[in-house]
């Protein structure tokens, strides 16, 4: 088993800062190859602090705030506008980039594009489901409205 730090967030193993261990091949193959994850050691420390400093000001302060914050969020939907052929098929696929930006465009908070959640690629003119990760107790699930551009 190998003993890692999280410097990005791995759904289901865990959030930025965090030591976790796993299988030496997950680690050596997946993890650290693509800068998710740095190997553990005593000096290692410093940067957990700094990973979760920085966590912190990124993120929603309370559980108030985030509730808040869903709640306006999941009241209206969101348009996204892409180009789009004849049939209603996009040239290409929404991407969580994009919802971030027009949910911040119709008067929400910037919110992180890592925590959109995107079940089947966006591929098609007309609404969808998009669950957002706004606080570790609270998600939101809040229509996107993909028109045509």
């Known amino acids: 088993m190998a003993k890692l730090i999280l410097t990005h967030e791995v759904t289901g193993l865990g959030e930025p800062g965090d030591v976790v261990e796993v299988k030496d091949g997950y680690a050596r193959n997946f993890l650290v190859p693509r800068s998710l994850a740095t190997?553990?050691?005593?000096?290692?420390?410093?940067?957990?602090?700094?990973?979760?400093?920085?966590?912190?000001?990124r993120e929603i302060a309370s559980l108030d705030e985030a509730k808040a914050a869903r709640d306006s969020l999941q009241a209206k939907p969101v348009v996204v506008t892409a180009k789009a052929g004849d049939s209603g098929r996009l040239f290409g696929a929404v991407t969580t980039s994009e919802i971030a930006a027009a949910?911040?465009?119709t008067g929400g908070q910037s919110i992180d594009r890592r925590k959109i959640e995107i079940g089947q690629p966006i591929k098609s003119v007309?609404?969808?489901?998009v669950q957002l990760r706004m606080h570790p107790e609270v998600s939101a699930t809040i229509t996107v409205k993909v028109v045509a551009g």
Request: aromatic share 8%.
């Open 39 to 57: 190997n553990w050691s005593k000096g290692a420390e410093k940067e957990i602090t700094a990973i979760r400093q920085a966590r912190k000001s």
């Open 103 to 105: 949910v911040k465009a």
């Open 126 to 129: 007309g609404e969808y489901k």
